[in-house]
């Protein structure tokens, strides 16, 4: 065992890809890998009384539909794969949050996908892989 | 048979149409007369005088309560406003928290229920009577109402109800009721009971029809006069489409512009200021003098500080228990925490954006005034000072901000629209809690009160200004009377949660996660 992979996971294709590619780079070098899932989420945004009333329960819902509709069939995929695999899921700026959960975890690599299309939304609201390009604090490898 | 029943529609068409503008004159006149004469009592009650003088009981109630708040908190509002940004800033929140409710959220909720036409129109009101005086009343005020929210808003996430599907419901009806059981003291539900009604009046009052009627009344100002009820009729569709309808994007839509508003409108301010900044030493030496000798007004100093008092306590609301149902659903360990953030709101309601208002009158020289002895001159009733352009209300902070950049007043119209909207919506979902604490849980009952909700929306469009602010005020002060009378017995509570939250603090318990 040496060290452990972090990869960004959100259920999408180009997802996947980063997975397969962390799978691959784990298997060959025998390391671990989180997968980690961040769901987009700032508390600085602006709620309705109602929307805060059942903030509590919406989360609990939202974490419940990113265990059973995301992590949850990629775990089952997986469960031959032979590799050590861990998950989590967190609320937060996705880009800032993953870079985040790769440091607090010790990792020794951050992979994540990028789907290589929007190049004007992402000019207007940056995109993940771009924004972990500045900000990664552990080797990071996008995948296209 | 046919062609008969077609020319009598066609002539029913005609008369109808003949007849429409002195029918829609005569509606809006049989509105006003009813509504006046139905609720005079209660306004009169509320804002009795003491005996022998012109000062009404319950401006005082308020201010010995905020003055009372202050000193027993040793000037809380002072002593952890820095802390209070902290929190907010979110240096406090457990990152493990994310996706629950933060401080901000809570304090930006609640500041879009209270940021509203109190800050444009009420304060034109007060100013209008009272003179520029009375916005130095108005910001202190202000500055003690800080403490009552933090009161107010500590007991309010304490007792909070939390139910089994994690929903959280808040209030003084529930701290009333908890937390009088708590300390073993009888009445708690009676005060429930009664917070709760005047809550309902006050949902319709201030927090519906004042906001209909200042709402039609910026609509009159940018498009000509028409009657009422055709505003109210518009925008009580789109307020049922929200709040019966479902219809979550225009509520989402409006949460997210009204801070841009507040942002544009500040910003504004600023810049007429600044345009006449040589004038601004001027503006605040006719504030500090006129809240001492009231430069003339009707009712002299007393007459600028009631105004100034009565237009902090409508604006921001401190006292009145409606914040302690917003800031309730915040998601924190430590239920003075949201105490803390909240006594951030009358700051920003009114020690910065009321101010501004009242500047941007004062300083573009709204008010009339003798240039032989520096008093203001009265209008022909002597009721309030004459206006360049004979107006009140939201037409006279217009007329003020046009005067320095001219079609401002369309943006204007625009945040005051968006303001009387996202504050309806903030008080039907208050008033709702009150509703609801009456009447229990359930779509019918639910639905009945959203039904009355949309109606006063037509009536407050309708109804003349004069009648409809004195309704609103009457009833969200008694609001106050009843969550102020909860907050003394309550107090004890407060305090000990502030010394052992001040002694976990400096010890390091509590610590920041950033």
């Known amino acids: ?144 | 048979m046919q062609t008969y029943i077609r020319t009598a529609l066609a002539a029913l068409g005609v008369t109808l149409l003949g007849a429409a503008p002195a029918l829609a004159q005569s509606i809006d006149e049989q509105v006003n007369a009813l509504f006046a004469s139905s609720t005079g009592w209660f306004v009169n009650f509320i804002f009795s005088s003491f005996p022998g003088t012109n000062f009404p009981w319950i401006v005082g109630w308020l201010v010995v309560a905020a003055t009372i708040f202050t000193f027993y908190f040793g000037f809380v509002q002072f002593r952890f406003f820095g802390h209070a940004i902290a929190l907010v800033k979110g240096d406090y929140s457990d990152p493990d928290d994310a996706g629950e409710v933060s401080h901000f959220q809570a304090l930006a909720t609640a500041l879009s229920g209270t940021v509203g036409l109190g800050n444009i129109a009420g304060v034109a009101v007060a100013v209008g009577i009272g003179g520029p005086g009375a916005t130095f009343w108005m910001i202190l005020a202000g500055l003690m109402g800080m403490a009552s929210k933090f009161t107010e808003c500590t007991l309010g996430v304490k007792y909070r109800n939390e139910y089994p599907d994690g929903t959280v419901s808040g209030g003084p009806m529930y701290y009333l009721t908890k937390g009088f059981a708590e300390r073993g003291t009888p009445g708690g539900k009676v005060l429930a009971v009664l917070f709760s009604i005047f809550c309902i009046l006050g949902a319709l009052g201030g927090g519906n029809m004042f906001q209909a009627n200042q709402a039609h009344a910026q609509l009159t100002n940018v498009l000509g006069d028409y009657p009422g009820w055709i505003t109210g009729i518009i925008f009580a569709t789109i307020v049922f489409a929200v709040i019966i309808g479902g219809l979550k994007s225009i509520a989402q839509v409006t949460e997210k512009v009204v801070p841009i508003m507040g942002v544009l409108y500040v910003g504004t301010a600023l810049i007429i200021l600044l345009l006449n900044y040589d004038k601004i030493g001027w503006a605040f030496g006719q504030i500090f003098e006129g809240a001492f000798s009231g430069l003339g007004v009707a009712g002299g100093l007393v007459g600028a500080l009631i105004q100034g008092f009565k237009r902090a306590a409508f604006s921001n609301e401190a006292g009145v228990g409606s914040a302690a149902i917003a800031h309730s659903a915040v998601r924190t360990k430590e239920p003075i925490t949201e105490g803390f953030v909240s006594l951030l709101e009358p700051f920003i309601d009114t020690v910065v954006i009321c101010t501004m208002t009242a500047l941007v009158i004062v300083i573009t020289g709204q008010l009339m005034m003798d240039p032989e002895t520096g008093k203001f001159i009265l209008n022909e009733a002597g009721t309030a000072i004459k206006t360049v352009g004979d107006v009140s209300g939201v037409a006279l902070t217009s007329a003020a901000f046009s005067s320095s950049i001219s079609g401002f007043k369309y943006v204007l119209a625009i945040a005051v629209i968006l303001f009387a909207f996202s504050t309806m919506i903030s008080w039907s979902y208050y008033g709702l809690k009150a509703w609801t604490y009456l009447f229990g849980e359930g779509k019918t009952k639910e639905l009945v009160f959203k039904v009355i909700f949309c109606i006063f929306v037509v009536i407050g469009a309708a109804a003349s200004l004069g009648p409809v602010i004195d309704f609103s005020d009457a009833a969200i002060f008694a609001m106050a009377v009843v969550n102020i009378i909860g907050l003394y017995f309550l107090m004890p509570i407060v305090m000990r949660e502030l010394t052992s939250y001040t002694q976990r603090l400096k010890t390091g318990e509590i610590k920041k996660y950033a």
């Open chain 1, 1 to 144: 065992m040496s060290g452990k992979i972090v990869v960004g996971y959100d259920g999408s294709a180009a997802g996947r890809r980063a997975l397969d590619f962390a799978l691959a780079r784990a298997k060959a070098q025998d390391s671990s890998v989180l997968i980690a899932h961040v769901l987009e989420w700032s508390p600085y945004s602006f709620l309705t009384p109602d929307e805060l009333e059942e903030r509590h329960v919406r989360r609990k819902e939202e974490m419940a539909r990113a265990e059973t509709a995301v992590i949850g069939p990629v775990l089952e995929k997986l469960k031959d794969s032979g590799v050590e695999i861990t998950t989590v899921i967190k609320y937060g700026h996705i880009a800032e949050k993953l870079a985040e959960i790769a440091k607090d975890s010790g990792a020794i690599q951050l992979v994540v996908g990028r789907d290589g299309h929007g190049s004007l939304a992402a000019r207007v609201f940056g995109s993940v892989a771009g924004t972990l390009v500045q900000i990664a604090t552990v080797p990071t490898t996008i995948v296209p």
